[in-house]
């Protein structure tokens, strides 16, 4: 099948060429747009239909998206043609296009259907075309139509078998290493060098600092190895049908050049001459700094008390979900931050916030200010939880003399680059877990329980150090966290679980990598009630496969588990939310063998907006553009919130 003539005048967006089209009701014509240089619509209909100067339609941009995307009698369809490839398991390749509109767009059945049909007319009849509705509404709405007069698909259908997605731009030069399964990587995980660009099925979570990954299988970018990618600033990508392309170019155990570009049709990566001399890693040239703790005595604390500003006493986790709780309670004087930035043509979003806010007719910015909070207050919880500081750590630690000769061995070993480190962090683990819990901590411990969490069945122990979530060490699934511990025997084994995570080797490795010395890191600890819900899950505050793109919520959902998200275990369902226009569309349903209803989805579109709220409080710039990580839960409407941190793609 010959390509369609009109693809020379192609773009390339997710790695599809594409070309956007024009239709133009009042004058039944229909335009292709030189899409090379990915033009907006509104300077080609302003420029080539209209005859005037693309400034005018961008003074109010807005009043222009209003009449193209959201009016019932609208004079122009717009969107946008994409070529796809798939091959077939005869060997042959099926070569199809898609049509759709952008994702603010409100079309309904009957305009979907025109459009489909105008589009059709204008191709060769024997290339395949196929509408792909652009978010959940004009799914709703396409519904019902037989699909022999409207063909479609899904956006999840495409992209669950795209070959490349970018999880994460960059270029490397180093060792390619390429392992088909992960008994094959595990039998080799010890010859691995920093300077490595790892390809396999999925990474998994407790992989070393390396130079790049390439996943041979679709996984989550929220995924702990994902997120680990992302803070180490290495390329990380999606491409699954790169190893027939390595094996023909004998490229494994070679030294090559790696690039992942978002706008790329693919993973580069080419061979390139190792380098004339060794040279350390280049992460070495910054080195992360911590604040200094304080471990001088202080009391659990229930998160309720705690504020942002605590960090240095409970960690970092503790910390912000104490500074969540004190949003709830008493609101925020940053929850326009995000809508107040101007977004060029635009002086700023606080319009569009409105209409997200259902605040009809004027509206200032006290009133705007208001209805955020009314939102997040009505539908948001914070589970109840106490945190333990880093002074009952150092007690613990202090009260065992073994345990204290064996960090100092520890410590002279990491000076003296031993290697005799992996052995010594195990030792230590097994010392922290099997001494016995000091009966004055033991005490402290249960009264705190009694009089914060009493008619709790089931609790969560969560890591909270001070040695994670900063910029340069994300520390994503580095240390543990243990569920469903139930009486104070269980509760002090995971405690001491966690304590003893600060010192695994990968956690202490990592930590040298990063030039974070042991005798600065410290461990508190969160206690909290484990909650049973329907639907869990982790939502970023942008669109980890854009960083361009600020209006998209980026939402993995897993039936009752946050774990199975950021383990990468099992696959989630992946949604995107616009909260600036509004509307969400499925990306990837990963292992659920259907959607979710019309009700899970607007609480997940709520969700979003209610984390880009908090974007803004919790921002540490007045740009409020650094995105952030939630752990969430839900529970019909309530939402309840379980961890909140930054997240560094854009930062």
């Given at each position: 099948?010959?390509?369609?003539?009109?693809?020379?005048?192609?773009?390339?967006?997710a790695g599809?060429p594409?070309?956007?089209?024009?239709?133009?009701?009042?004058?039944?014509?229909?335009?292709?747009?030189?899409?090379?240089?990915n033009?907006?619509?509104?300077?080609?209909?302003?420029e080539?239909?209209?005859?005037?100067?693309?400034?005018?339609?961008?003074?109010?941009?807005d009043?222009f998206?209003?009449?193209?995307?959201?009016?019932?009698?609208?004079?122009?369809?717009?969107?946008l043609l994409?070529?796809?490839?798939?091959?077939?398991?005869?060997g042959r390749e099926?070569?199809?296009?898609?049509?759709?509109t952008?994702?603010?767009?409100?079309?309904?059945?009957?305009?979907?259907?025109?459009?489909?049909?105008?589009v059709?007319?204008?191709?060769?009849?024997?290339?395949?075309l196929?509408?792909?509705?652009?978010?959940?509404?004009?799914?709703?709405?396409?519904?019902?139509?037989?699909?022999?007069?409207?063909?479609?698909?899904?956006?999840?259908?495409?992209?669950?078998q795209?070959?490349?997605v970018?999880?994460?731009?960059?270029?490397?030069?180093?060792?390619?290493?390429?392992?088909?399964?992960?008994?094959e990587y595990?039998?080799?995980?010890?010859?691995?060098?920093?300077?490595?660009i790892?390809?396999?099925?999925?990474?998994?979570?407790?992989?070393?600092?390396?130079?790049?990954l390439?996943?041979?299988?679709?996984?989550t970018?929220?995924?702990?190895?994902n997120v680990?990618?992302?803070g180490?600033?290495i390329?990380?990508?999606?491409?699954?049908?790169?190893?027939?392309?390595?094996?023909?170019?004998?490229l494994?155990g070679?030294?090559?050049?790696?690039?992942?570009?978002?706008?790329?049709?693919?993973a580069?990566?080419?061979?390139?001459?190792?380098p004339?001399t060794?040279?350390?890693?280049?992460?070495?040239?910054?080195?992360?700094?911590?604040e200094?703790?304080?471990?001088g005595?202080?009391?659990?604390?229930?998160?309720?008390?705690?504020?942002?500003?605590?960090?240095y006493?409970?960690?970092?986790?503790?910390?912000?979900?104490?500074?969540?709780?004190?949003?709830?309670?008493?609101g925020?004087?940053?929850?326009?931050?995000?809508?107040?930035?101007?977004?060029?043509?635009?002086?700023?979003?606080?319009?569009?916030?409105?209409?997200?806010?259902?605040v009809s007719?004027?509206?200032?910015?006290?009133?705007?200010?208001?209805?955020?909070?009314?939102?997040?207050?009505?539908?948001?919880?914070?589970?109840?939880?106490?945190?333990?500081?880093?002074?009952?750590?150092?007690?613990?630690?202090?009260s065992?003399?073994?345990?204290?000769?064996?960090?100092?061995?520890?410590?002279?070993?990491?000076?003296?680059?031993?290697?005799?480190?992996?052995?010594?962090?195990?030792?230590l683990?097994?010392?922290?877990?099997?001494?016995?819990?000091p009966?004055?901590?033991?005490q402290?411990?249960?009264?705190?329980?009694?009089?914060?969490?009493?008619?709790?069945?089931?609790?969560?122990?969560?890591?909270?150090?001070?040695?994670?979530d900063?910029?340069g060490?994300?520390a994503?699934?580095?240390?543990?966290?243990?569920?469903?511990?139930?009486?104070?025997?269980t509760i002090?084994?995971?405690?001491k679980?966690?304590?003893s995570s600060?010192?695994?080797?990968?956690?202490?490795?990592?930590?040298?990598?990063a030039?974070?010395?042991?005798e600065?890191?410290?461990?508190?600890?969160i206690?909290?009630?484990?909650?049973?819900?329907?639907l869990?899950?982790?939502?970023?505050?942008?669109?980890?496969?854009?960083?361009?793109?600020f209006r998209?919520?980026?939402?993995?959902?897993s039936?009752?588990?946050?774990?199975d998200v950021?383990?990468?275990?099992?696959?989630p369902?992946?949604?995107?939310?616009?909260?600036?226009?509004?509307?969400?569309?499925?990306?990837?349903?990963?292992?659920?063998?259907?959607?979710?209803?019309t009700?899970?989805?607007?609480?997940?579109?709520?969700?979003?907006l209610?984390?880009?709220?908090?974007?803004?409080?919790f921002?540490?710039?007045?740009?409020?553009?650094v995105p952030?990580?939630i752990?969430?839960?839900?529970?019909?409407e309530?939402?309840?919130l379980?961890?909140?941190?930054p997240?560094r793609?854009?930062?």
């Amino acid at each position: 099948m010959t390509i369609p003539a009109f693809m020379k005048l192609s773009g390339r967006l997710a790695g599809f060429p594409f070309v956007k089209v024009v239709v133009d009701l009042d004058e039944s014509t229909f335009h292709f747009i030189d899409s090379t240089g990915n033009p907006l619509h509104v300077q080609y209909i302003a420029e080539h239909i209209l005859g005037k100067p693309v400034e005018d339609l961008l003074r109010d941009i807005d009043t222009f998206n209003h009449d193209v995307y959201i009016r019932p009698d609208r004079r122009f369809f717009l969107g946008l043609l994409a070529l796809h490839r798939r091959a077939e398991e005869d060997g042959r390749e099926r070569v199809f296009l898609s049509l759709e509109t952008v994702e603010a767009d409100t079309m309904t059945a009957d305009m979907l259907l025109s459009f489909y049909r105008q589009v059709r007319a204008h191709l060769d009849p024997s290339v395949p075309l196929f509408l792909k509705p652009a978010n959940h509404l004009q799914e709703a709405h396409v519904a019902d139509i037989p699909q022999e007069e409207l063909p479609r698909l899904l956006a999840h259908e495409l992209l669950s078998q795209a070959p490349f997605v970018p999880l994460n731009p960059g270029t490397a030069h180093g060792r390619l290493r390429v392992f088909r399964s992960d008994a094959e990587y595990r039998a080799d995980a010890n010859t691995l060098e920093w300077h490595d660009i790892i390809v396999m099925p999925r990474v998994p979570d407790d992989i070393p600092r390396v130079s790049g990954l390439i996943n041979t299988e679709h996984t989550t970018p929220l995924s702990h190895t994902n997120v680990l990618a992302t803070g180490w600033g290495i390329p990380n990508a999606i491409q699954t049908d790169i190893l027939d392309r390595l094996d023909r170019a004998g490229l494994n155990g070679r030294w090559v050049r790696y690039q992942v570009d978002p706008a790329g049709a693919e993973a580069h990566v080419e061979a390139a001459e190792p380098p004339a001399t060794d040279s350390p890693p280049p992460w070495t040239a910054d080195r992360v700094t911590l604040e200094r703790p304080e471990t001088g005595a202080t009391s659990i604390t229930p998160l309720s008390r705690l504020r942002m500003g605590d960090h240095y006493r409970f960690g970092t986790k503790a910390a912000n979900l104490g500074e969540l709780c004190h949003v709830l309670e008493h609101g925020s004087r940053r929850w326009l931050g995000f809508y107040q930035i101007p977004r060029p043509p635009r002086p700023d979003l606080l319009g569009h916030l409105a209409r997200l806010l259902g605040v009809s007719g004027p509206a200032d910015e006290a009133v705007l200010s208001a209805a955020a909070e009314r939102l997040v207050r009505r539908y948001v919880e914070v589970p109840r939880g106490i945190a333990l500081p880093f002074s009952l750590q150092q007690e613990f630690l202090e009260s065992s003399p073994r345990i204290q000769q064996t960090i100092g061995r520890l410590k002279m070993a990491l000076e003296a680059g031993t290697e005799h480190i992996d052995g010594l962090c195990a030792e230590l683990q097994r010392l922290i877990t099997t001494t016995r819990l000091p009966d004055r901590i033991r005490q402290q411990l249960d009264d705190a329980i009694v009089t914060h969490l009493s008619g709790v069945g089931r609790f969560v122990v969560r890591s909270s150090s001070n040695a994670e979530d900063l910029e340069g060490f994300s520390a994503a699934g580095v240390y543990e966290s243990i569920l469903h511990a139930r009486t104070l025997d269980t509760i002090a084994d995971s405690i001491k679980e966690v304590w003893s995570s600060l010192v695994s080797v990968r956690s202490v490795r990592l930590r040298e990598q990063a030039g974070i010395p042991l005798e600065d890191c410290y461990m508190g600890v969160i206690v909290q009630e484990l909650v049973d819900v329907p639907l869990g899950g982790v939502l970023v505050t942008c669109n980890p496969a854009d960083q361009r793109d600020f209006r998209n919520v980026y939402v993995n959902i897993s039936a009752g588990s946050v774990a199975d998200v950021v383990s990468g275990v099992r696959a989630p369902l992946q949604h995107l939310y616009n909260t600036v226009e509004g509307g969400g569309r499925t990306i990837s349903l990963g292992a659920a063998q259907s959607d979710l209803d019309t009700t899970a989805k607007d609480a997940l579109a709520r969700l979003a907006l209610i984390g880009r709220l908090l974007q803004s409080h919790f921002s540490p710039d007045y740009l409020y553009g650094v995105p952030v990580d939630i752990e969430w839960a839900l529970d019909g409407e309530r939402i309840r919130l379980l961890q909140i941190r930054p997240y560094r793609a854009l930062a």
